[in-house]
């Protein structure tokens, strides 16, 4: 990855078949490789597509599109990059991949193409990390973002308080060189009041990692309870689909079973359980073991009940530690509200719904919404990423050092040193102070091809 000087080719459209595919050629011989690759129908124009034939290893044609050529500082990467677009056959682009290999081509890596857009000055790291999330977004709310983050929002948003801290270092730097020059020095009051300036970014940007944390991660919600109370109804009710087997014979579900459900752009993982009882067979445990394992790795719990009978002993003992188990977030559905109801629930409240016909699942989503992304009106989150987090709760504790070192009336270089460590810190999210290591592994994360 760190060598700049190879052309890389790799696919760059999703796997599988399509209309469209792109192979992504880029690097200071990507014009040259593409060349041997291609045949124009008439002239060819560097910067719009030219059609024509394309060839494999052995210069045999075996497909027709497009080649779209991009000069050094006008493409993705920054450097020259030429993208083939044949039918979207993974045989054909396998073909140009091997093709462009032979013509001196290095396969790309996870994430070399935007490593390259980072070092040529195209992108700042998060800006990077953004498309990568961009790429993966499953919800459109997500999709919009990671775009947003991706055309710099963060960086923007650091942007202030980073310009801030640098003014803080200069003036304490030249006060520490300039010992005896009494007007270098930087007012206490001053510069306390700018260290609680750049503390109070850094608390509302950490302010709103929470529900930036469930846009761009989602969250796990499983549905428990005891057989025949109307889960797997329940969560074919919620997809709005028939995903899971339904039948009036108790124990059909006998493992958990996963969908991803779109809740206002907050993505959730739905799972379906076994019914949780004494199994009757090694199969049957094995379900209830697992059922209780997704449990215990939820972000949430649903447990469902059936309003139209009592409530069971270890129903009503689960409702209780639900109340109390705050490690453990559950919401209490009630569920066949349309038969003649008998329950009556101690312990939280809950919401009553028919997944048969519908009644209640409007309030159950917006419940299920507000307890992984929280209530009220939700601004769009700048920070979503854990290592950005992470980062900048380091600078805040640096702050809080330089900020105790003021108020007690330490010299500069004591402050200074926080200050630096504050800035270091918020310079690693953007990628200014930070090591090959680190690049190796975000950029490990990232899909071939982009």
């Known amino acids: 990855?760190?060598?700049?000087?190879?052309?890389?080719?790799?696919?760059?459209?999703?796997?599988?078949?399509?209309?469209?595919?792109?192979?992504?050629?880029?690097?200071?011989?990507?014009?040259?490789?593409?060349?041997?690759?291609?045949?124009?129908?008439?002239?060819?124009?560097?910067?719009?597509?030219?059609?024509?034939?394309?060839?494999?290893r052995d210069g045999r044609p075996i497909d027709h599109g497009y080649l779209v050529e991009f000069p050094a500082g006008a493409s993705f990467t920054g450097e020259s990059t030429s993208e083939l677009w044949p039918h979207g056959s993974p045989a054909v682009l396998a073909a140009l991949v091997e093709a462009a290999i032979g013509a001196g081509a290095t396969p790309a890596g996870p994430g070399e193409f935007t490593y390259r857009a980072l070092r040529n000055g195209r992108l700042d790291l998060a800006r990077a990390e953004a498309v990568r999330d961009l790429v993966a977004a499953r919800t459109l709310y997500q999709a919009r973002i990671a775009f947003a983050q991706a055309e710099g929002a963060l960086s923007v948003r650091l942007a202030p308080l980073?310009?801030?801290?640098?003014?803080?270092?200069?003036?304490?730097?030249?006060?520490?060189e300039f010992v005896d020059e009494?007007?270098?020095?930087?007012?206490?009051?001053?510069?306390?009041?700018?260290?609680?300036?750049?503390?109070?970014?850094?608390?509302?940007?950490?302010?709103?990692?929470?529900?930036?944390?469930?846009?761009?991660?989602?969250?796990?919600?499983?549905?428990?309870?005891?057989?025949?109370?109307?889960?797997?109804?329940?969560?074919?009710?919620?997809?709005?689909?028939?995903?899971?087997?339904?039948?009036?014979?108790?124990?059909?579900?006998r493992d958990t079973l996963e969908e991803h459900l779109d809740l206002g752009g907050i993505p959730v993982r739905l799972v379906d359980t076994a019914g949780l009882r004494e199994a009757g067979d090694v199969v049957e445990s094995e379900g209830v073991r697992r059922a209780r394992a997704a449990r215990q790795e939820a972000d949430l719990v649903m447990l469902v009940l059936d309003g139209s009978r009592p409530i069971e002993p270890a129903e009503r003992e689960t409702l209780e530690s639900a109340g109390e188990a705050a490690h453990m977030p559950t919401i209490v559905v009630v569920n066949k509200i349309d038969l003649p109801a008998v329950a009556s629930l101690p312990g939280p409240a809950a919401v009553w719904v028919?997944?048969?016909?519908?009644r209640g699942l409007e309030t159950l989503r917006k419940e299920i919404r507000e307890r992984v992304a929280g209530t009220g009106p939700i601004e769009d989150p700048i920070l979503t990423d854990a290592r950005h987090a992470h980062a900048v709760e380091r600078a805040r504790e640096a702050l809080?050092?330089?900020?105790?070192?003021?108020?007690?009336?330490?010299?500069?270089?004591?402050?200074?040193?926080?200050?630096?460590?504050?800035?270091?810190?918020?310079?690693?999210?953007?990628?200014?102070?930070?090591?090959?290591?680190?690049?190796?592994?975000?950029?490990?994360?990232?899909?071939?091809?982009?």
Not at 19 to 46: N, Y
Not at 354 to 358: D, K, L, M
């Open 1 to 56: 990855m760190n060598d700049l000087d190879v052309t890389l080719v790799a696919v760059a459209s999703p796997p599988g078949r399509g209309g469209v595919g792109c192979v992504r050629i880029s690097g200071p011989d990507a014009g040259t490789v593409a060349a041997r690759l291609f045949r124009p129908a008439k002239g060819h124009a560097t910067g719009r597509p030219v059609f024509g034939r394309f060839l494999d």
């Open 162 to 176: 980073r310009e801030g801290l640098a003014d803080l270092i200069a003036r304490a730097e030249a006060a520490v």
């Open 182 to 253: 009494s007007e270098t020095h930087l007012p206490s009051l001053e510069l306390r009041r700018g260290i609680q300036e750049a503390a109070a970014t850094c608390d509302d940007l950490l302010g709103g990692f929470r529900h930036g944390r469930v846009v761009r991660e989602g969250a796990s919600l499983v549905i428990t309870g005891l057989p025949n109370v109307g889960k797997s109804s329940l969560f074919n009710a919620l997809l709005s689909r028939e995903r899971a087997i339904v039948t009036e014979m108790p124990g059909t579900t």
């Open 354 to 358: 028919s997944a048969r016909t519908g």
């Open 400 to 450: 809080d050092r330089a900020s105790k070192a003021a108020v007690e009336g330490l010299s500069e270089e004591w402050v200074l040193e926080d200050l630096r460590d504050a800035m270091h810190n918020l310079g690693s999210i953007t990628g200014e102070f930070t090591t090959e290591d680190l690049y190796d592994r975000i950029f490990s994360t990232f899909c071939i091809g982009k």
